[in-house]
Structure formats: structure tokens, C-alpha cells
């Protein structure tokens, strides 16, 4: 059974809802995450990206898929 983790970014793009599908915890709390998006112009597009809980910023990068 598959869960996904529903989070909300905040981009210069304006929101996006990215459902987490996998994630993985990396050194000096920061974390790598795959998933989709859920909302937006690029409803369907796949994204992985990474997050420092620390300094509080990340990277989303938006792979193919979607609208």
C-alpha cells in the first residue's frame, strides 16, 4: 500500500501541492524527497528536491509530466 505525504511549497511561482512519495533522510537534518504535483499549472509533473530543516530552504525541481 502506498501513503503519500501531502506538503505545500511555497515557490516564486506562487503555491504548489506536491504529494511526497518517497523520501530519504540525509546528514545534518536535511532530507531528499520524490513525489508529484497535485495542483497548479503543472498538475501531473513529477519533482524531486531536497530541504535543510537548519536554514530552512530547499530545491524543488520539476521533471516531466503533467499539463
Known sequence: ML???P???DTT???MEVLIEEMQELAGHRFSF???I???VHDGARVNGNYACLTKNGKLEI???GV
Open 3 to 5: 501513503s503519500y505525504l
Open 7 to 9: 506538503v505545500s511549497f
Open 13 to 15: 511561482g506562487g503555491p
Open 34 to 36: 520524490r513525489g508529484h
Open 38 to 40: 497535485v495542483s497548479g
Open 63 to 65: 521533471l516531466s509530466g
